[in-house]
């Protein structure tokens, strides 16, 4: 349903107006683009940033942002499951074999805005439709930046597309395997000196079988799925070097998975506002609020009926930011800033009998979050030489901690209150980035960063058969010391190499840990320690192109105590190889076929390395042919070969084995219109 206080935040928030219209292609070259913000520091290359341009997002044969993601190596999700048949509360992200458990230790903004659900700490990325997106960065390694609490695995920056790049308006209409049917729409008109992006999205399919033909039952079921999103973005001018840039984004998810019955449902109503100030000092502060909510029946693999309902977990997260850069002369960009995130959720579920349907507890539980962080870094320009550094200090709080279960047959109430906690936490980063010649850049960064346990991590247990995981409201946060150095070659023009070697150490990692037959439990283990080499190249060559990444990761355990049967091994969901390939070709009239190699490792379902999954290569191929005009015909395919993607694999103590399985072979049809 539409929250109209978000609706009205962003009408008001859009409403001056200002004569002489403008639009990207009237545009002069001197006039400012509208929609973007602050520039990029000089020193962001000593922490080998990525980044995927905006034509490269559109080619993706899913068209979801996720799989897109996939072309840097050492990108992952939880599992290897994509937003159409994973469960919303598993698309965790994270990077350099960081894994372990589904919440994110990668941060994800757009622009600037943190989107990890307040809860979960999953990203929605099925809310998020490509068309919108400008480009994406990615930045391997722990931050103390703006929103640097949380940054342990690196963050990833989404940028909205920029009056330069969007259309006055685009539409498209795909249609796939298995009825597949995908819309979505962008109109973005001048308003004043500014303009509105309005965008919509809706989709839909049948779905494929994850569960494997010799394990199909009466029950079983394709993961079928409808999602809808709409986003409103207005910006606007303000006097000679500002904007006003606000946001609306609403969406609604829908998915069946393994078995009939077993739906779960994510919903959202997200808006923020924020100012850019481009003059002598520069400023940027925004402001968001994010509402969310999920539902889920988890159905008995036995009795193939209800056994848990997740009927509702609200969870509401608001921040804001401020930055400043004040002028201190052209060999230095100083940033002054802070920034503050609460986060606040309830949870409601029945447990049901799998017999009669009958309830046999309800249960509550609900918690707070608040991290406040100070931050400070410049970058320092000493001719062929960027110096940068940061250090910021956060103050954090756990509180209003409280589970409750009640059981209908007796009336018994049983209650447990979690003590708050509170402490404060400092985190750094330097690097430095020499071009030494024209075609070599070199590279050094360290750094140390931390991370709070989520509200669901703390508070909410779950179970996916044949195993449970408990919740642990003792959880302690997780620190990260790392550090990198690497190079970036252009040895010729339209040739780009570069390379990096990391060592990362994640203290205190929160993993699901195994403590009985079938029985897990969250639990802070030593550390997690991972190093490794990640390789990149770009080539083009005439109307071919090439781009290429691969990313080794040596990842282990390091644990003792009750944990000490995991020391020394893989952590859960962490392959050691990844790589991505695509390969381009633009023909006459601009039309376009680009073919795509990805390959991932074998990794461990499960802590104690008992079920491990087959490594897996899929090809993706693209087309585009263009008509008349803006109109034009798109083919795409996902994993052309059919390769068998495991994407969950559990072993039962009698064992049996369950497996899930990812996106199978899936063609599109697609037609596009822009102007």
Known sequence: MMNRPLVAVFLLSVA????????????????????????????TPAYGSVTLERERLAEDASGTIEHALGDVAGFQQFRRSDSRSANPS??????????????????????????????????????????????????????????????????IELFSANSSQ????????????????????????????????????????????????????????????????????????VGDAGEIQARVNLFRDDRTL????????????????????????????????QLRNFNNIVISSSSFRPVLNQRNTPSTGLGAKLEVRPPVGENHLLRIGADSRFASADMYEEALSGMTGATTA????????????????????LGNLVITGGARVDYWRISNGRFTERTPATGVVTTTEHADREDWETSFRAGALWQ??????????????????????????????????????????????????????????????????????LENAVANVTIGTNLRQRRNVDAIVAKGVELSGALALGDFDLAASYAYNDSKVEASGVAAQLDGMQPAQSPRHGASATLGWRAPGNARLALTVRHVGPQYEDDLQSDRMPPATTVDGYARVPLAGGVALVGRVENLFDERVVTRQVTSASGAVSTDLGTPQTFWIELQVSG
Do not use: C, K
Request: aromatic share 10%; hydrophobic share 40%; net charge negative.
């Open 258 to 289: 393994r078995f009939a019955g077993a739906d779960s449902g994510q919903e959202g109503q997200d808006a923020s506002i924020r100012y850019v100030g481009r003059g002598d000092w520069q400023i940027e502060a925004l402001g968001y609020v």
């Open 90 to 155: 598993a698309q965790g992200v994270t990077l350099r074999a960081l894994g372990g458990n589904a919440t994110s230790r990668a941060v994800v903004l757009l622009d600037g805005v943190p989107l990890a659900d307040p809860f979960f700490g999953s990203i929605p990325f099925n809310a998020l439709p490509l068309d919108s997106i400008g480009a994406v960065r990615i930045t391997r390694g722990g931050g103390a930046g703006s929103f640097g609490a949380g940054t342990v695995a690196g963050s």
């Open 16 to 43: 001056p107006l200002f004569p002489m219209p403008l639009h990207a292609e009237d545009a002069a070259p001197d006039v400012l683009v509208l929609g973007q913000g602050l520039d990029l520091p000089p020193g």
């Open 362 to 381: 309800r249960r509550e539980a609900s918690g707070r979050q608040v991290t406040t962080g100070l931050y400070v870094e410049d970058d320092w320009t």
């Open 166 to 237: 969007l259309p006055r308006y685009s539409a498209r209409a795909l249609y796939g395997s298995r009825n597949a049917q995908q819309l979505n729409a962008t109109i973005t008109p001048d308003v004043g000196a500014g303009f509105v992006s309005l965008s919509g999205s809706y989709a839909r399919g049948d779905g494929f079988w994850t569960t494997p033909e010799d394990q199909r039952v009466t029950a079983s079921a394709p993961a079928r799925y409808e999602t809808w999103a709409v986003s409103a973005r207005g910006v606007a001018p």
């Open 436 to 505: 030494a010649t024209p075609g070599v850049a070199l590279r050094a960064a360290g750094y140390t960063s931390f991370r709070l346990p989520t509200i669901n991590e703390l508070y909410r247990g779950f179970v996916v058969f044949p195993v449970e995981t408990q919740a642990n409201a003792a959880l302690a946060p997780e620190r990260l010391r790392g550090a990198e150095v690497g190079f970036d070659l252009t040895p010729l023009p339209g040739i780009t190499l570069s390379a990096t070697a990391f060592y990362n150490h």
